[in-house]
């Protein structure tokens, strides 16, 4: 079995939980995903078999877009529903009639302000490896004076972000929102400091991954349905790994060009046309076959991977 799966991971399962189920659904004997989500997240989850490994490299730096509900009134030390609180805002009666008759301003002025952040420090409950350890390890281990001397924000891009609905009931104030951004942010950081903005806390009550490059939830399956078309024989929900690629230049090689790339051959850049840019990979495609990616470096066509 080779080739991706787009799955539509359900809450309380990790992400190598959905690993095991298609290893044990495909008999494949390598299995891996693609963008790890928290265990109470779900939706989009690509996942690659056999050979299809070799496409993830590729594709770790995709953009994502999620829609999150986050719940005002409390922080938590993991900014999610699974942490424990650490504080509380009871909101009045005056705050909410404010928030009321200003149409939730507030609210979406923090929104418009986390929009702009180009710099993110990852939760200390996240799969971020310091010193051969991932962050949450250390955090259960009590270890705090580790993780605020090594966790240090990166660079991250916020394409959009808005409040699409904010609904208030009783003292229960939850706003769900959409952003699209890119790999590396964190969704319930984002929660976390609309909350601490407004001085409301928050923390993300459900977060669904939607999209992440050119893969939409829509194409994906759930286990309840991956698990009934296997069960019938049916495994059209394999998908070519090549897809994921798409979005990578293409160039057509012909028979001895395809022969030698498939040896892993460097050769002059003027046995392929369509190769221009030196900054780019192109897939070199023979009868309709991926042969390789390949790239040019000083007029030189050399191979980044083979597939043949």
């Known amino acids: 079995m080779n080739g991706m799966i787009l799955l539509d991971k359900p809450t309380g399962k990790t ?22 989500l928290d265990p109470f997240a779900t939706g989009l989850l690509p996942v690659f078999l056999g050979t299809g490994l070799k496409m993830i490299r590729y594709c770790e730096g995709f953009d994502k877009t999620y829609v999150c509900t986050a719940k005002f009134g409390a922080a938590t030390d993991s900014m999610d529903v699974d942490g424990e609180i650490i504080n509380r805002h009871e909101f009045t009666e005056e705050e909410l009639n404010k928030l009321r008759e200003e149409d939730f301003k507030t609210i979406r002025d923090a929104f418009e302000e986390e929009s702009k952040t180009e710099e993110q420090m990852p939760p200390k409950f996240s799969a971020k490896k310091i010193d051969g350890k991932k962050a949450y ?36 104030l939850r706003v769900t929102f959409t952003v699209h951004c890119s790999a590396g942010t964190y969704i319930r950081t984002i929660a976390d400091n609309v909350g601490r903005r407004t001085g409301f806390f928050a923390y993300a009550e459900s977060l669904r991954r939607i999209g992440e490059g050119d893969f939409k939830i829509e194409d994906s399956y759930t286990f309840e349905q991956i698990e009934k078309m296997a069960e019938a024989g049916d495994f059209s929900f394999i998908k070519p790994a090549e897809d994921a690629i798409g ?3 293409e160039v057509i090689v012909d028979a001895k060009v395809a022969d030698d790339l498939s040896h892993g051959k460097k050769i002059p850049a003027t046995r392929i046309n369509g190769i221009e840019s030196a900054d780019e990979k192109y897939r070199a495609i023979f009868d309709g076959k991926l042969i390789a990616i390949v790239y040019k470096s000083d007029d030189i066509i050399r191979c980044d991977r083979v597939f043949v």
């Not at 992400?15 to 995903?33: C, E, M, Y």
């Not at 955090?139 to 580790?146: Q, V």
């Not at 916020?158 to 409040?163: A, D, E, G, N, V």
């Open 137 to 172: 390890e250390l955090a259960r281990e009590g270890r705090d004076d580790i993780l605020e001397q090594k966790l240090k924000p990166h660079k991250i891009k916020i394409y959009s972000l808005s409040s699409d609905e904010i609904n208030l009931e009783g003292k229960d």
């Open 247 to 249: 979005f990578m230049p």
């Open 15 to 36: 992400s190598f939980d959905a690993d095991k189920f298609i290893r044990r659904i495909s008999s494949a004997k390598k299995v891996g995903h693609l963008g790890t």
